[in-house]
């Protein structure tokens, strides 16, 4: 600050924006946990009391400059506002951005225990994400592959076809067919991708007659260690768990509880059964469900560089069109994307552009090669 203590219009400035962000990230988090219960809402909550020790260290700063209250950004106000319409895996993912700042690193007006918490909040956020993330991660998979697959792949086989000067009405044949044979292609590699690592991953599982040999063992030999070691624990980890359950099987019968009985789940690894039983093959996805969404998602990329022929423009109106339709929708899909996976959108969505556009640019430069009379 300058002398008597009196703070500059450029501190004025940065503090207000400091209290106007963290105001609606204080109220996204509120929005979020009113929409979530349990563990995850009382998470929810103890991020907004942080973001409430923020807001009163710079109202305490500014002092009578704190009023009127600083409008936030546009993108404050956005995610405070998906967050209450929508709560979903999207704003978390926005969420994680808005907790990346870096900015009260090098602020001396912030303190240190401040700026720690904007990196540890940024990591609780990204905790949370990640349940959401797992949810969703197979179907999403299918759809992002299948949607990116129909615009490049339809947008190139258009354009090469296109640029060979057909007729209109060739040039849209075209474009159905390279639609209903990707969809289909793609929809059936899906099931079966996801149909073939499912059964690997259930062939990891413990066999089902398993535990009825574990009462017959010695329990003074090492069997029923070597397979926990096997599994993924350290020697003592496995000797412990053998331990509890050659225990839980020697109690009277008046003793047995559920606890007691020996499940499949038993021979899991500790990491193994720690895990949410329910969350199996999460990230996989069901192969119908990732079939429907690759078919679903691969049809609607796949008309996208159809549509400017289907409403009659042809020859380099239409491929320019097409092109341009095109590469909107891939830019929407890459800023999708990096926002999920909590990267900066804008360069995942010029990734996709370049790609796809460089795909297309290949199929286009040799359908001018070959022409319509080279066909």
């Known amino acids: ?8 219009e450029e501190q004025i400035k940065r503090w207000r924006k400091y209290l106007a962000d963290e105001q609606m990230e204080r109220q996204t988090y509120l929005n979020l946990a009113q929409r979530r219960t349990g563990e995850e809402a009382a998470i929810l909550q103890a ?11 710079w109202t305490s700063l500014l002092g009578e400059h704190a009023h009127p209250a600083p409008k936030p950004t546009l993108y404050s106000r956005i995610l405070a506002r998906f967050a209450a319409t929508f709560g979903s895996i999207f704003i978390l993912a926005l969420a994680q951005r808005a907790e990346q700042r870096q900015s009260y690193d090098v602020d001396q007006d912030a303190t240190a225990a401040m700026a720690a918490d904007e990196h540890i909040h940024g990591e609780v956020v990204r905790g949370l994400a990640a349940r959401s993330r797992a949810r969703i991660a197979g179907t999403f998979r299918a759809a992002v592959f299948g949607a990116n697959d129909g615009l490049v792949s339809n947008l190139a086989l258009i354009l090469g076809i296109a640029a060979t000067g057909v007729p209109n009405s060739m040039v849209i044949t ?66 412990e768990h053998a331990r509890i359950i050659f225990e839980a099987l020697n109690r009277p019968a008046s003793e047995m509880t559920t606890s007691s009985i020996i499940t499949p789940r038993s021979l899991l690894s500790s990491k193994e059964r720690h895990r949410d039983p329910s969350e199996s093959h999460a990230e996989i996805g069901h192969p119908w469900g990732a079939a429907a969404s690759s078919f679903l998602f691969f049809a609607i990329g796949a008309l996208v560089p159809l ?11 239409g491929i320019l069109l097409s092109a341009i339709v095109v590469g909107v929708v891939l830019m929407f899909t890459g800023g999708v994307v990096g926002l999920l996976s909590g990267k900066p959108p804008v360069r995942r969505a010029f990734r996709q552009l370049f790609i796809g556009y460089g795909a297309a640019a290949v199929t286009y430069t040799l359908g001018l090669l070959f022409g319509a009379n080279g066909i």
């Open 174 to 239: 075209t474009g159905v067919a390279g639609l209903l044979a990707g969809a289909l292609s793609m929809a059936a590699g899906e099931y079966i991708s996801v149909t073939s690592q499912r059964e690997l991953l259930e062939a990891s599982d413990p066999s089902t007659d398993a535990p009825v040999q574990v009462s017959k063992l010695n329990v003074q030999q090492n069997e029923l260690e070597l397979v926990f070691r096997a599994r993924g624990d350290t020697a003592e980890e496995s000797r």
């Open 1 to 8: 600050m300058t002398s008597g203590n009196q703070p500059t």
């Open 307 to 317: 549509l400017p022929f289907l409403f009659g423009a042809s020859g380099n109106l």
């Open 47 to 57: 991020l907004a009391d942080a973001e409430t020790r923020h807001i009163e260290h």
